[in-house]
């Protein structure tokens, strides 16, 4: 059995082909719902206190989808990327694979099935985003949220790259799904860095917002840097697996 067909099958026959699109679907579904009902709890809450509070527009459903991802889609991204790029983690498993391919054999095929599942997952929770944004809030600018989520994707893969580069320093999957998910972290924050920040990969997390807010297409900067960055960390990933002893 070659090691794409094992790599397909090891997300099927461990759910992760279910779980990860699940975690978009729940924040397309969670974003719009909790930016129609966030007004009436509010007044729920008030204790008597007069509250006047607006009506909840398109925008502020797609911007509550955008939170929900950043918690709990990139926190899975960075996971499950984690779960399969550590085939270090134990011994049987490092030795039967290296025994038979290279590192380059290995690693490929994890990392594209993962960035393909991390992928749809991300179009597919957008596509949820604006249907029910559309059904309780009203049209929502969908031209911008889709070219978002395609800036989003590439960003997937610096999340996948970062991860795997952990991966080649530390064998425990709950370590390096730790390191990563504080990578970045820090990383999102660079980007409020005066200068610099508008061309590094957090940016690319931000752009749905930004279009939305009537912001012109000025990413291809942070795109590239992006690319070249996580080629550079899939680089140095694999010379590492390789020089790794078992």
Known sequence: ???????WLRMLRTYRILVLPGLFILSGLLGPALAKILPDLLK???GGIEITVPEPTPYEGI????????????????IFA????????????AVFLRSRASIPRIVAPRFVTTFGLAAVSVLIGAG???????????????????TGALLFVVYVGFIIAVVTAIASFVRSVLVTSVIAIVALIVS??????PAVGDALPGRLTRATVELMDGGAFEY???????????AGLMWLATNRFAGREV
């Open 188 to 193: 999102g924050l660079l980007y409020l860095v």
């Open 1 to 7: 059995m070659n090691l794409w067909r094992l790599e």
């Open 82 to 93: 984690a779960m399969s790029m550590s085939f270090d983690a134990k011994r049987e498993i």
């Open 63 to 78: 911007v509550q989808y955008l939170g929900n991802v950043e918690q709990l889609g990139l926190v899975g991204i960075a």
């Open 44 to 46: 729920e809450v008030s």
């Open 128 to 146: 949820v985003a604006l249907i029910l944004t559309d059904v309780l809030l009203g049209t929502p600018p969908s031209a911008d949220v889709w």
């Open 220 to 230: 291809w900067p942070a795109i590239g840097v992006t690319v070249v960055l996580s």
